[in-house]
């Protein structure tokens, strides 16, 4: 087992200035689990469903590698759900409704299989239940961890503690601001990086994506797409592509973490072609390496120095 995965697996409802769509399949680990299985065989993902949730669904994420061990299916219970309406800049969204449901319930217990894993992606949860399965992990290569704005409004202290413990972190640039008290990006990253990660990851959505460690910074920008229908979920498609394609080589350098810079904001763009996970479940290793090419030719110029 490479990689494991904690996070929310849920249903939605989107609303967009293009569209609707009703009980679509969501949540951070759906997403994040999706992604990573074009670059992995076999991983586990660690989440609570209610009785409600779709065999089917858990039969596609199976097929894709996603073992389910993890995946409690609570009895009587409906699943967590969210909705939200975006609005026309697709940058900025309202959340009309969250229902927490069996997310009260998760209480994440390990198995060896899961224990042993050399890759942990936490998704976006409360840091008490982050904390509890770093405290059940026997020698991770790598962890990666994902929260938000919420967190640290309500538990910044449990936050920070937690983040001590990763290697990478990966929010967006007004969460960066918020945690580190900065204005600059720049100062902002390296307050973070004080906190103990080795490396940051500021999602920044249409604008692309910034790497930090100490000594360097690498920008990645977000490929131009024709139609954005829902960005729902872009952000942890981006981690599961970014942890994936690291778990598959091995290969922790500045230099590779670039490449999975790449790897994860193709995905990211697929993503955001259609409403929930369709159009993860519709394209192919194939169409990944095309959209990571152009994205190679979004960047290579030459120039001449004057």
């Known amino acids: 087992m490479k990689l494991v995965t904690v996070g929310t697996v849920a249903f939605d409802n989107i609303e967009t200035p293009f569209g609707k769509a009703e009980k679509v399949v969501g949540g951070a680990a759906t997403y994040i689990s999706l992604a990573a299985s074009f670059f992995l065989k076999k991983q586990g993902i660690v989440s609570v469903v209610g009785e409600d949730f779709p065999h089917s669904m858990m039969a596609t994420l199976n097929s894709k ?72 992990m026997e020698g991770t290569a790598l962890v990666v961890l994902d929260t938000m704005n919420f967190w640290m409004d309500s538990a910044m202290e449990e936050l920070r503690s937690v983040i001590t413990r990763v290697d990478i972190l990966t929010i967006n640039d007004s969460e960066a601001r918020q945690l580190s008290g900065e204005h600059s990006l720049v100062k902002a990253a390296h307050a973070i990086l004080d906190m103990g990660p080795k490396y940051l990851v500021v999602k920044k959505g249409e604008h692309g994506a910034l790497l930090f460690s100490k000594e360097r910074v690498f ?35 500045f230099n590779n973490m670039k490449r999975a810079i790449i790897a994860g904001s193709a ?36 120039i001449e120095l004057v």
């Open 65 to 136: 590698g996603v073992d389910l061990t993890g995946l409690e299916v609570l009895q009587g219970k409906e699943s967590f759900f969210w909705s939200g309406k975006y609005h026309y800049d697709m940058n900025t969204r309202d959340t009309l409704e969250t229902r927490l449901n069996v997310l009260l319930e998760l209480d994440p217990k390990l198995n060896t299989e899961y224990k042993a894993a050399e890759y942990l992606m936490l998704g976006n949860l409360d840091p008490k239940v982050q904390a509890k399965v770093l405290d059940q």
């Open 267 to 302: 995905l990211a763009s697929f993503c955001c072609e259609k409403f929930g996970v369709q159009r993860l479940l519709e394209i192919t290793k194939e169409d990944i390496d095309h959209r990571i090419r152009q994205f190679v030719e979004l960047v290579d110029f030459d």
């Open 219 to 253: 920008f990645a920008p977000a490929l131009p797409l024709d139609d954005v229908i829902d960005p729902t979920g872009a952000g942890d498609t981006f981690a599961g592509g970014f942890i994936g394609y690291l778990a598959r080589s091995g290969d922790h350098s």
